[in-house]
């Protein structure tokens, strides 16, 4: 089995940092992820992103599809909970346009109170979450959309601008029905990167087990984002990643993202047993292809969607971890 490799673009950094030079580092990243034979990249969303300057997801999507031609672009995820659905449909629609059929629309159920607030959705979040991506997915199938929800009325509407096929639904999602819930409305599961990979194993099961039981057939992609440093050893990896992955977590915990996982994980722990039983892949390039390799053969995975930067972490360790994840990594784990 062929294994693609993406690259998520960490588009998080230090507050006060001018903005346009984070920009100008991820175009390079794309750039340099393009000539070594990356299949995709990848961009997320959040809202009142501190103790991060963060930017937003659309139009820097719009912005690297132009470095990216012949790549899969793909947002990862959307907050869709918190937008208005019509607006999603009609920049999907432009964003597949810009790539050229070659977007993929990743959305998420969102889980901080901050943003919940800001955007005035406090009961209901789930009814809220499938209501929208029903409107999303319809508009974007070319049907005439009746519909009504919070911050939304539509009486027979239709997008103008159509592709030929919809871009592909991945959904993004940390505990057990929220696993459940994406075997049902997605075209794939997109797995998060915070969860150790025996709980990853035993949620891919509820996966396929809800797929089968709401009568749909086996998904075509398995794609999984994974945190990677790779460096010429394990110890140079380690000392790369962990001023500004510890800092992430330490930020994710504080955001409630231990909060969604499975009831078995969390985030809270010290660092070294964090980086443990597979969440994170940070070593030499041998070490690096064993961990990710037993994703492969675990959980069926295709797709690695590399994620190489926290804030502030240098440009120079980034490029290094994407050559030999390319050079010497991906060849270890098959044709």
């Not at 793909?74 to 999603?88: D, F, I, K, Q, R």
């Not at 901080?112 to 999303?136: H, Q, Y």
């Not at 592709?163 to 057990?176: F, T, V």
Request: hydrophobic share 45%; aromatic share 6%.
């Amino acid at each position: 089995m062929a294994i693609d490799l993406g690259l998520f673009l960490s588009d998080q950094h230090p507050p006060g940092r001018p903005p346009a030079e984070g920009v100008r580092e991820h175009l390079e990243q794309v750039a340099a992820a393009r000539e070594l034979g990356y299949t995709s990249i990848w961009a997320g969303q959040h809202f009142l992103s501190q103790p991060f300057a963060m930017y937003q997801s659309i139009p820097m999507l719009a912005r690297v599809a132009a470095e990216a031609e012949g790549m899969t672009v793909g947002a990862g995820v959307l907050l869709l909970t918190l937008l208005n659905p019509l607006e999603v449909a009609e920049n999907v629609a432009t964003l597949d346009a810009i790539c050229d059929g070659r977007f993929v629309l990743g959305v998420g159920f969102g889980y901080r109170d901050v943003e919940n607030a800001a955007f005035g959705i406090s009961t209901g979040r789930v009814a809220t979450f499938e209501a929208k991506l029903d409107v999303v997915r319809r508009l974007l199938a070319g049907e005439r959309v009746t519909a009504r929800g919070e911050g939304y009325v539509l009486t027979d509407a239709e997008l103008a601008l159509r592709s030929e096929r919809p871009p592909p639904i991945w959904m993004a999602a940390n505990g057990d029905r929220a696993v459940q819930r994406a075997a049902r409305l997605s075209d794939a599961w997109l797995v998060n990167p915070h969860t150790r990979l025996d709980e990853l194993e035993r949620q891919v099961g509820l996966f396929h087990a809800a797929r089968a039981e709401a009568g749909l057939a086996p998904v075509t992609r398995m794609p999984v984002i994974k945190e990677i440093c790779v460096a010429e050893t394990d110890e140079a990896a380690l000392a790369a990643a962990r001023p500004y992955l510890e800092g992430k977590y330490d930020a994710y915990v504080a955001w409630g993202q231990s909060d969604v996982l499975p009831e078995g994980d969390t985030l809270r722990r010290a660092f070294a047993e964090l980086t443990a039983g597979g969440r994170f892949v940070i070593g030499s390039p041998q070490t690096c292809a064993a961990i990710l390799a037993e994703h492969v053969a675990r959980l069926g995975v295709d797709h690695i969607i590399c994620r190489a930067q926290w804030p502030g972490m240098p440009q120079e360790h980034v490029l290094r971890t994407l050559r030999l994840l390319a050079h010497e990594v991906a060849p270890r784990l098959g044709p």
